[in-house]
């Protein structure tokens, strides 16, 4: 059976395009190395239609599909199950941008394309394309679009659903929704549109999509504030969207432990001001007159903050480079963390406005229950988004401490999460590693239409089961 599958998805894809020998850890293994499963096959198609018949084949055999783009997934959702009875269907080949609409500001690309690809196919072409995050050099449209990705420029345009207009779906039955219209106004019944956004390749497949375009900013500044607390970092939040508007385009918190370890770590990055504050911000604004106004904006923000006293001190960026520099430091913490061992990892988040109650008494929860514990927190406060990370003692052995302390932590994070109406995912999604999580802290009303939703669009649990929600 499993070779008539083979040789059906050979004909399909041709033999160079479908993998079952040899090395398949690119595929198999995902990003944190946490999932290693074993596909049946790796399968590349190189159009919408192969995918639509690689569905109906493997729906046919009974064999489920894992979509995967760029394998960068945080939660365990791209790699298959280690059954060897999942295929992977890849789409890097899927990979052409296929239309740039300047007058309607939308671009119409498959689903293979690398994010960076399109900031950089969209800035020659004269135009922005705003999602923007540490994996961008290797994830693809369709994996942003599937998880929903968030980023560094939410704050001021969206996750990547509210960036998209359109999509081309290919669904359970092996068929092809074309819903590419670029309408910024629809209202046509249901939104299948938003019901494939986030749906981690449990409901389809994603093979191209239409997403907004903005007009590109004349000037881009950086800016880096050290704040007493982060009670301050929320009040130079208010500040900053007072006075920049929709310039504000990033508002990034990072808390001093995790400066540190980017100074330790990276010692070539001279990391500004960690050592006198608990947190830094970074703040980017974006400014459609000139690089002259821009600047003049930031300095009257900054002097209010400080006589406000929500900052101690600042630094704006004098030029690209610099700008680089400091949101290189940034993206370094998750890279620094790594270096550092072995951690536990949350993407949540919480109403603004509660956060800094949130981080006091979790914070000291934690701080109770495991002595010496090292908390990393940084993320994107303009969202209310928190990588809020614990990292093992000093001292202690990073394996051990997972072993012993994962489900310890998680459970105090997650309670807390739930006491302030937070969610237990901001950006990463669910994967297989929050599958459990979810049920425990989604409503059973939620949960109850989610599986109605799954199991009338997938009924026969083709599409990427076991993931997100279980049935
Ligand atoms: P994959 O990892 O291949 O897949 C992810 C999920 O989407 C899987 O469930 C898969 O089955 C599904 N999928 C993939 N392609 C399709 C498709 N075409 N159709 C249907 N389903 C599909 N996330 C954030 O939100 N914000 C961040 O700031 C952020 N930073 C990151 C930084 C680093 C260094 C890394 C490694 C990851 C980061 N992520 C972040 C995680 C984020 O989910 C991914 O980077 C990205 O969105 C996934 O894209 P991908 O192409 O790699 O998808
Ligand atoms: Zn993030």
Redesign the pocket.
């Known amino acids: 059976m499993s070779q008539d599958l083979l040789n059906t998805l050979i004909v399909i894809s041709g033999k160079a395009n479908v993998l079952f020998e040899g090395d398949l850890s690119a595929w198999e293994l995902d990003?944190r190395k946490r999932s290693r499963g074993k596909a049946l096959a790796v399968v590349r198609p190189g159009t919408a239609s192969e995918v639509a018949a690689i569905v109906i084949a493997c729906a046919a055999a009974g064999i489920s599909i894992?979509?995967?783009?760029?394998?960068?997934?945080?939660v365990g959702?791209?790699t298959p199950d280690d059954s060897g009875r999942q295929v992977v269907l890849s789409?890097q080949r899927l990979n052409a941008v296929r239309h740039i609409d300047a007058a309607n500001l939308t671009m119409t690309v498959e689903?293979?394309c690398i994010l960076q690809t399109l900031q950089e196919v969209a800035e020659k072409a004269g135009f922005l394309f705003p999602l923007s995050?540490?994996?961008e050099g290797?994830?693809?449209i369709?994996?942003?679009?599937?998880?929903?990705?968030?980023?560094?420029q939410v704050v001021r345009y969206g996750?990547?659903r509210d960036l998209c207009l359109g999509l081309e779906v290919v669904t359970a039955q092996g068929e092809i929704w074309e819903g590419l219209n670029g309408l910024r106004k629809d209202n046509t019944g249901y939104d299948l549109r938003d019901l494939?956004v986030g749906?981690?390749?449990?409901l389809?497949?994603?093979?191209a999509a239409t997403v907004k375009l903005y007009p590109l900013p004349a000037a881009q500044l950086t800016a880096w504030a050290a704040v007493p607390s982060m009670t301050h970092a929320v009040a130079l939040l208010g500040l900053a969207h007072k006075h920049l508007g929709a310039g504000l385009t990033g508002f990034e918190v990072m808390g001093q432990f995790a400066l540190s370890l980017v100074a330790k770590h990276f010692p070539q990055q001279r990391v500004p001001l960690w050592q006198v504050t608990p947190f830094c911000v970074l703040l980017e604004n974006s400014d459609h007159e000139s690089e002259n106004h821009a600047r003049a904006q930031f300095e009257s923000l900054l002097e209010m903050a400080l006589e406000q006293g929500c900052v101690t001190d600042a630094v704006v960026a004098e030029n690209l480079t610099q700008a680089h520099q400091l949101w290189h430091i940034r993206e370094s913490i998750?890279l620094a963390q790594a270096e550092e061992g072995l951690n536990i990892k949350h993407d949540i988040s919480i109403a603004v406005s509660r956060i800094p109650e949130f981080v006091e008494t979790t914070d000291a929860l934690l701080a109770t229950a495991i002595s010496g514990v090292r908390l990393v927190n940084f993320g994107h406060l303009g969202d209310g988004n928190l990588h809020y990370n614990v990292q093992a003692p000093e001292s202690g052995d990073a394996k051990a401490f997972l072993r012993d302390y994962e489900d310890a932590v998680n459970t105090i994070v997650y309670d807390a999460v739930a006491r302030f109406d937070g969610s237990i995912s901001a950006?990463?999604?669910v994967?297989s590693l929050k599958v459990d999580k979810l049920e425990q802290h989604k409503s059973p009303v939620a949960l109850g239409m989610m599986r109605a939703i799954k199991q009338a669009l997938d009924p026969r649990g083709v599409m990427?089961p076991g993931?997100v929600v279980r049935i």
Do not use: D, K, M, Y
């Not at 369709?142 to 560094?152: R, W």
């Not at 389809?204 to 093979?207: A, C, Q």
């Open positions: 990003w894992v979509a995967q783009g760029g394998n960068t997934g945080l959702g791209s789409l689903a293979g995050l540490a994996a290797s994830c693809t369709g994996g942003n679009l599937a998880t929903n990705a968030g980023g560094t996750n990547a494939f749906s981690e390749g449990t389809g497949i994603i093979t998750p950006e990463h999604g994967g990427n993931r």
